[in-house]
């Protein structure tokens, strides 16, 4: 359902999407002549997407038409990597599309390559953390969860009803998907996971184990439907009702990257005790995804949000025939959704119908004039302009 325009496809050959990270210390005096080689090694395959670097490491996804790439057997992007001095052994997950799913290239220089907390600096109120977080030194290369592989192992884990499984994405993204028995943070954000995270350790430390022989619940109390409290903690009505101390703590991400980190900061922070173990799914759910084609033998219900014009993708990595995006807040939006009466293409959805003013609504649907207008003519609306041979 989310097919990018037809003018995106590049030389009728298949693309391949490819999700990458890696956590590695990098020389800040290095990073801005390794930022111009990356983008310039992309460029010659005419890549598209976004690549994240800092001191920590690297992260990203790009797409890019398999034949300028080499074909499937001599992959340029992935021998330049695989034999760089910093990122040899960088975690990587492929699939593949018909068309393009970015509409330009761009390698950004950050402070992190993904944002959990938030600095600890109590004079700068913009740059506390949300809620509670500890002073810790976060590095996966030092202290990370065990790897579980996504298949038979992982399963027992989602089934064992003295392990907590716990997903550390967003809420927006656990809506459309998630693992049977997982826990749903509540998040906006993954600033407020932390913050989060301590205190749903506190509920299990205070939990009679032997009132009620179930795993956490979700507390279905909450009416929260906005944003409005993404630099806020988690409201405790949000918060799931512990009725069984855990044995074992498990913890998965989209990509592997934010679950890689949360299991780091739970090890650094010591947020459960050490005789409980912190185990994290290994390469995340889309890893488990490619690992399981048929539905019917998975743990896992719905599709899986990711941050591209796919929208979402279902077993085997296939992309979503469900679900699109909100060309204005960005959330998904089902078949259903677009369906409503509150529904206006690239202006408003059932979650942003309030919170977008006169102005704002204004502009996305000159937007949306614009696109419909070039995708008329064959053309696309959003281009990269540094894109070779445009």
Same mark, same amino acid.
């Given at each position: 359902?989310?097919?990018?325009?037809?003018?995106?496809?590049?030389n009728?050959?298949?693309?391949?999407?490819?999700?990458?990270y890696?956590?590695?210390?990098?020389?800040?005096?290095?990073?801005?002549?390794?930022?111009a080689?990356?983008?310039?090694?992309?460029r010659?395959?005419k890549?598209?997407g976004t690549?994240?670097?800092?001191?920590?490491?690297? %992260?990203?996804?790009?797409?890019?038409a398999?034949?300028?790439?080499?074909?499937?057997?001599?992959?340029?992007?992935?021998?330049?990597?695989?034999?760089?001095?910093?990122?040899?052994?960088?975690?990587?997950?492929?699939?593949?599309?018909?068309t393009?799913?970015?509409h330009?290239?761009?390698?950004?220089?950050?402070?992190?390559?993904?944002?959990?907390?938030?600095e600890?600096?109590?004079?700068?109120?913009?740059?506390?953390?949300?809620?509670?977080?500890?002073?810790?030194?976060?590095?996966?290369?030092?202290?990370?969860?065990?790897?579980?592989?996504p298949?038979?192992?992982w399963d027992?884990?989602?089934?064992?009803?003295?392990?907590?499984?716990?997903?550390?994405?967003n809420?927006?993204?656990?809506?459309?998907?998630t693992?049977?028995?997982a826990? %749903?943070? %509540?998040?906006?954000?993954?600033?407020?996971?932390?913050?989060?995270?301590?205190?749903?350790?506190?509920?299990c430390?205070?939990?009679?184990?032997?009132e009620?022989p179930?795993?956490?619940?979700?507390?279905?109390?909450?009416?929260?439907?906005?944003?409005?409290r %993404?630099?806020?903690?988690?409201?405790?009505e949000?918060?799931?009702?512990?009725?069984?101390?855990?044995?074992a703590?498990?913890?998965?991400?989209?990509?592997?990257?934010?679950?890689e980190?949360s299991?780091?900061y739970?090890?650094?922070?010591e947020?459960?005790?050490?005789?409980?173990?912190?185990?994290?799914?290994?390469?995340?759910?889309?890893?488990?995804?490619?690992?399981?084609?048929?539905?019917?033998?998975?743990?896992?219900?719905?599709?899986?949000?990711?941050?591209?014009?796919?929208?979402?993708?279902?077993?085997?990595l296939?992309?979503?025939?469900?679900?699109?995006?909100?060309h204005?807040?960005?959330?998904?939006?089902?078949?259903?959704?677009m369906?409503?009466?509150?529904?206006?293409k690239?202006v408003?959805?059932?979650?942003?119908?309030?919170?977008?003013?006169?102005?704002?609504?204004?502009?996305f649907?000159?937007?949306?004039?614009?696109?419909?207008l070039?995708?008329?003519?064959?053309?696309?609306?959003?281009?990269?302009?540094?894109?070779?041979?445009?």
């Amino acid at each position: 359902m989310s097919t990018p325009a037809t003018s995106n496809k590049l030389n009728g050959s298949r693309h391949i999407v490819l999700a990458l990270y890696k956590f590695v210390k990098i020389p800040s005096e290095e990073i801005p002549s390794l930022k111009a080689q990356i983008e310039e090694k992309l460029r010659l395959v005419k890549a598209r997407g976004t690549i994240l670097l800092a001191e920590e490491g690297i %992260n990203g996804t790009i797409c890019y038409a398999e034949n300028e790439a080499g074909g499937p057997s001599h992959d340029l992007v992935k021998d330049y990597l695989n034999n760089h001095e910093y990122f040899m052994g960088i975690r990587t997950r492929t699939s593949y599309t018909d068309t393009a799913i970015f509409h330009r290239l761009k390698v950004k220089i950050k402070k992190e390559i993904v944002t959990i907390g938030g600095e600890i600096d109590e004079t700068d109120e913009s740059k506390k953390p949300i809620g509670y977080m500890s002073k810790c030194e976060i590095d996966p290369n030092k202290m990370k969860g065990t790897y579980v592989k996504p298949g038979k192992e992982w399963d027992d884990l989602c089934d064992d009803p003295d392990v907590v499984v716990i997903d550390t994405r967003n809420k927006y993204e656990i809506e459309i998907g998630t693992f049977e028995n997982a826990i %749903n943070p %509540n998040t906006d954000n993954f600033r407020q996971f932390p913050d989060w995270l301590h205190r749903f350790a506190d509920k299990c430390k205070e939990a009679n184990e032997e009132e009620v022989p179930d795993r956490c619940v979700l507390n279905t109390k909450s009416t929260t439907e906005d944003n409005a409290r %993404n630099n806020n903690p988690v409201p405790e009505e949000d918060m799931p009702i512990v009725r069984k101390k855990p044995k074992a703590i498990a913890m998965y991400c989209t990509g592997g990257i934010r679950c890689e980190k949360s299991t780091s900061y739970t090890l650094a922070a010591e947020v459960f005790p050490k005789d409980i173990p912190v185990y994290h799914l290994e390469g995340g759910v889309l890893a488990y995804l490619d690992a399981h084609p048929d539905e019917k033998k998975s743990k896992w219900k719905g599709e899986c949000f990711v941050f591209d014009q796919r929208v979402a993708v279902t077993h085997g990595l296939k992309p979503s025939e469900k679900y699109n995006a909100c060309h204005a807040c960005r959330r998904p939006i089902s078949t259903e959704d677009m369906q409503r009466d509150d529904y206006v293409k690239g202006v408003s959805c059932r979650y942003c119908k309030d919170s977008a003013n006169d102005k704002s609504k204004q502009r996305f649907e000159m937007r949306q004039k614009q696109m419909d207008l070039a995708q008329s003519k064959g053309s696309r609306h959003i281009h990269d302009p540094k894109e070779l041979n445009e």
